[in-house]
């Protein structure tokens, strides 16, 4: 019996070992095919993240203006040199890129085979997967307001001229010549601010006031007479003076801040919501007119003509200090529905609700908000949020630069940007131009609907 029973044991280890051993070869395939099936996994989402970023980078090369041939090239090597720079097993066949007649997308897609390991000991050496993706321009028109500060600081170290060419590189981003876009696609304002706003042209039409001052009073002038003549020839003058009326204009545009209930919303101008002209009067005793000034430059409404843009930009001049506050409000005027009555035909903003549309500012400064005339409303830092709020309440984007500015100045700059990615800091020239660059992508990057 006891040799019967260690017969039976070594036949019973002998047949579970072989049970095991058969067992193995299933068990290592399921193993194996989690293994790869993960490993599949995330080659196909490297694979839809390279094929998703080559199309957003074809087109933006569509909106300079390449050719469907060059695009597609550029996307077939995008994803390529994606694929190999991973140092992926994974290979691929080449990117099919669509282009849809009659419209600005692009789709695409591409297969892949990725090699197993276990998996191949049940008969499957790859598992095959294909991805594809597109993009549309799914907001079509943009309304971008620039707001510049031209304050008399930017006059220090070549700033201004940093900032004119960095404005100007950001004007070719956003209407790249012969690129597809229609015209008024996209269109932009400028605005500059330094101590005050000069509404130029627009003056009348939001503070109901003539912006020519003229003042009538007693006077007269002295003129020279001759009291001693040799030869017919005057040999001595003496000055006499001659009484009459004297009339004396000036001319003044600037502005300051708007008081009042609607002080701090985008309401066009009227009745209860005018602006506060700057202050003119004249000064008897010093037979002169004593008035508050400010920079020169008028506000540019929306456009897409690059020339005016630029134009406007290699005018600009510093001179004064900095109401921030007034130029961020008069860069959400430039843009606003309600100001249709203020600009003129063809600048009329687009309204908060079209379809397919966006908005967006882009405040620069390098200094702090300093300068402001109504106390009761707060200081110019205070008042600036207050703007910033309701702006951004409106689904406006708001980009911000600061350039070389003091803390105070990022702060306030860094409170008013719609989210930290939008807020930018430059120490120098180069630093400004890939700001204003890296802004006017974003906001072209809106037109792209992935």
Request: proline fraction near 4%.
């Amino acid at each position: 019996m006891h040799s019967r029973l260690n017969t039976w044991k070594k036949d019973r280890e002998g047949n579970l070992t072989i049970i095991i051993a058969l067992s193995l070869v299933p068990i290592l395939a399921l193993v194996g095919m989690a293994i790869d099936l993960q490993a599949t996994n995330t080659s196909r989402s490297f694979v839809q993240y390279a094929l998703d970023n080559a199309v957003i980078a074809g087109s933006k090369e569509m909106q300079v203006g390449k050719s469907q041939e060059e695009i597609e090239a550029y996307i077939k090597e995008f994803v390529e040199a994606s694929i190999a720079a991973k140092g992926m097993m994974t290979s691929c066949s080449d990117v099919k890129v669509n282009f849809s007649k009659g419209s600005q997308d692009i789709n695409a897609s591409i297969s892949c085979s990725q090699p197993t390991t276990l998996t191949a000991l049940i008969g499957h050496e790859h598992l095959d997967f294909t991805v594809s993706t597109g993009t549309t321009y799914g907001i079509g028109k943009v309304d971008v307001a620039m707001v510049f500060d031209v304050s008399g600081s930017m006059e220090w170290d070549n700033k201004m001229d940093a900032l004119k060419a960095a404005a100007k590189d950001a004007v070719d981003v956003l209407l790249p010549k012969d690129g597809p876009s229609q015209e008024g696609d996209v269109r932009i304002a400028m605005v500059a601010y330094s101590s005050m706003m000069n509404a130029g042209e627009y003056f009348e039409d939001v503070t109901n006031v003539n912006p020519t001052r003229i003042h009538t009073g007693a006077g007269g002038r002295w003129v020279q007479v001759c009291t001693k003549y040799k030869k017919r020839k005057c040999k001595k003058y003496k000055s006499v003076w001659q009484p009459g009326a004297s009339v004396s204009t000036v001319t003044n545009t600037c502005l300051k801040e708007r008081i009042g209930g609607e002080a701090f919303s985008d309401e066009d101008p009227g009745p209860s919501a005018w602006f506060v002209p700057a202050s003119v009067s004249f000064n008897t005793g010093k037979n002169q007119w004593d008035e508050e000034t400010c920079n020169d430059a008028e506000p540019l409404p929306l456009t897409y003509d690059v020339d005016d843009l630029k134009d406007y930009v290699d005018d600009l001049e510093p001179e004064g200090g900095t109401a921030g506050h007034i130029g961020l409000a008069w860069g959400w005027y430039m843009i606003a529905p309600k100001w249709h009555t203020v600009w003129p035909s063809g600048s009329d903003p687009l309204s908060y609700d079209e379809p397919d549309s966006a908005k967006a500012i882009i405040m620069m400064t390098d200094g702090e908000f300093n300068t402001w005339y109504n106390h009761g409303q707060g200081n110019s830092f205070e008042q600036a949020q207050e703007f910033c709020d309701n702006i951004r309440d409106e689904g406006v984007k708001i980009y911000t630069v600061a350039f070389d500015a003091p803390k105070a100045g990022r702060e306030i700059l860094a409170y008013c940007a719609s989210g930290t990615e939008f807020a930018f800091e430059a120490d120098n020239a180069e630093d400004l131009a890939d700001a204003y660059k890296s802004i006017a992508q974003s906001i072209s990057d809106l037109r792209i609907r992935f």
